[in-house]
């Protein structure tokens, strides 16, 4: 299995609603991370989780709150959304092995809208 | 602080020939990935191919190949007898074997005509 899975594709919220976007792994790999993409942009890194501690957060406003309840799953929370928050979330994995990274590999995103 | 540069915003081919997509990078760290990932429609992020800053072989796969020049930081991906489906944006990527951050180029769109 060499798959990210992203849950749900789409998404459309009201700035008071409270949302989450799943995201799942069967790879093994003990770094998951949360990007944020604007159109015709590359990935903004959010949140990096490393054998399930945050270990990096890029700044990130607090309406974003990320969750890793065991290796293969990591969660976005969402509430309080402003409508420049609308892009797609891509959740991706790799594998660390003796203290080094390699490549990341990428689920099919979640498209946020914000209304 | 590293950095990528994509020169090329968008390109356009027909199908059957070869391109190639350009990309320059700054570091300096010597222990390192670099890594072209192609976005089709569909949006997943899709890893093409990667190379090893320290192997001197320039990295292929299939129909896509690199050539990789460390000392001129270089890293351009040849796509050979391209096809419809390679239709998508192609970001470069660099990364510190020792840190999670990848850093991205600002992505060359390529479109392939029938």
């Known amino acids: 299995d060499t798959e990210v899975t992203q849950t749900p594709k789409h998404l459309v919220m009201g700035m008071t609603n409270k949302k989450s976007l799943k995201c799942e792994q069967h790879?093994?790999?003990?770094?998951m991370y949360w990007y944020k993409q604007k159109a015709k942009k590359p990935p903004e890194l959010m949140f990096v989780?490393?054998?399930?501690?945050?270990?990096i957060n890029e700044s990130v406003p607090s309406r974003f709150s990320p969750e890793c309840p065991n290796s293969s799953l990591l969660n976005l929370h969402l509430h309080a959304l402003q409508p420049e928050d609308s892009a797609l979330y891509l959740c991706?994995?790799?594998?660390?092995?003796?203290?080094?990274?390699?490549?990341?590999?990428f689920g099919q995103g979640t498209r946020l809208t914000v209304v | 602080a590293q950095t990528v540069t994509q020169s090329q915003p968008e390109m356009s081919v027909q199908e059957a020939e070869t391109v190639t997509l350009s990309c320059t990078y700054d570091t300096s760290e010597s222990n390192y990935y670099l890594f072209w990932y192609k976005q089709p429609p569909s949006r997943q992020m899709i890893l093409v191919i990667r190379q090893e800053a320290y192997k001197q072989q320039n990295a292929t796969e299939n129909r896509f190949s690199v050539n990789f020049q460390k000392a001129a930081k270089s890293f351009s991906l040849k796509i050979s007898d391209s096809q419809l489906g390679d239709t998508a944006m192609y970001f470069c990527a660099f990364m510190m074997r020792s840190n999670y951050q990848l850093i991205w180029g600002a992505g060359t769109k390529l479109i392939i005509k029938p």
């Open positions: 989780y490393s054998y399930e501690k945050l270990s």
């Open positions: 790879m093994g790999h003990r770094a």
């Open positions: 991706a994995s790799s594998q660390v092995t003796g203290g080094e990274n390699t490549e990341a590999f």
